[in-house]
C-alpha cells in the first residue's frame, strides 16, 4: 500500500514551468543582447575585439543553459532530483554573469579611466563581489540538493542576492559614458536574472517544490 502511494505521488508530481520558463527568458534576453552588441562590435572602427569576444562567451554560456533547461524540463516526473538539476541550472546562469567582469579585469589594471567613473568601479567590484559569493553559495547548495530544508533557506538566500546584484548591475550602467542603443542592451541583460529569481522565489513557497 505504501509504496502504491508513493508511486502515485510521484506520477502525479511535475516541475513547474516557471522552474525553466525564467531561464529561457534569461537565456533569450542574453542572446538577443549578445548578438546586437557583437554587431556593434564589428561596426566600430577599429573593431572592439574585448567586446566581441566578451558577448560570444555570453552566447556560449546561454546556448549551455539552454540545452541543460530541455534536460530539466525532460525529467520533470523525478522528485528527488529536480533539487540538483536546478541548482546546478543557476550555477550555469551566474558563471555567465561573471563573465563581463573577467573581461574588465584588464581595464582595472591598466587604470585608465576617467575619475568620473569611479562610482561605476565602485559599483562593479561590488557586483563582482556578489557574484562570486553567489557562486560559491551556488556551490554548497548544489551538494545539498539531498537536503530539503538547509537546501531551501540557502536557494532563497540566493535568489535575493541576484535580485540586489541585479539592481547594482543596473545602477552601474548610468555611470559610465556609453551610446543609447549599448546602455539599453547592458541594462536589459541586467535585469535579466531577475525573472527567473522571482519565478524561484514564488516556486519554493509551495512546500511540493522544495522538499
Not at 124 to 141: D, E, R
Not at 174 to 193: K, L, Q
Request: with cysteine; aromatic share 12%.
Amino acid at each position: 500500500m505504501e509504496n502504491e502511494e508513493k508511486k502515485s505521488e510521484t506520477s502525479e508530481w511535475r516541475v513547474p514551468k516557471r522552474a525553466y520558463i525564467g531561464f529561457t527568458v534569461f537565456d533569450a534576453i542574453h542572446i538577443i543582447c549578445s548578438l546586437t552588441m557583437i554587431v556593434m562590435g564589428y561596426l566600430k572602427r577599429p573593431i572592439n575585439e574585448m567586446e566581441i569576444a566578451e558577448h560570444s562567451v555570453v552566447i556560449l554560456f546561454s546556448l549551455l543553459l539552454i540545452f541543460y533547461i530541455a534536460n530539466l524540463a525532460e525529467h520533470n516526473h523525478d522528485r528527488k532530483s529536480f533539487h540538483g538539476l536546478y541548482s546546478f541550472a543557476w550555477l550555469v546562469a551566474v558563471a555567465s554573469l561573471m563573465v563581463p567582469s573577467i573581461f574588465d579585469f584588464p581595464l582595472v589594471a591598466q587604470g585608465e579611466w576617467e575619475e568620473s567613473v569611479y562610482v561605476a568601479w565602485t559599483l562593479g567590484f561590488i557586483s563582482v563581489g556578489l557574484t562570486l559569493g553567489i557562486f560559491v553559495l551556488m556551490f554548497i547548495i548544489l551538494g545539498l540538493n539531498r537536503k530539503a530544508k538547509p537546501w531551501n533557506n540557502l536557494i532563497h538566500i540566493a535568489l535575493t542576492l541576484i535580485l540586489v546584484l541585479s539592481a547594482v548591475l543596473f545602477v552601474s550602467e548610468f555611470f559610465v559614458e556609453m551610446d543609447v542603443v549599448e546602455r539599453t542592451m547592458s541594462c536589459i541583460e541586467d535585469v535579466a536574472p531577475v525573472v527567473p529569481a522571482i519565478l524561484g522565489i514564488t516556486m519554493f513557497g509551495d512546500r511540493r517544490f522544495r522538499e
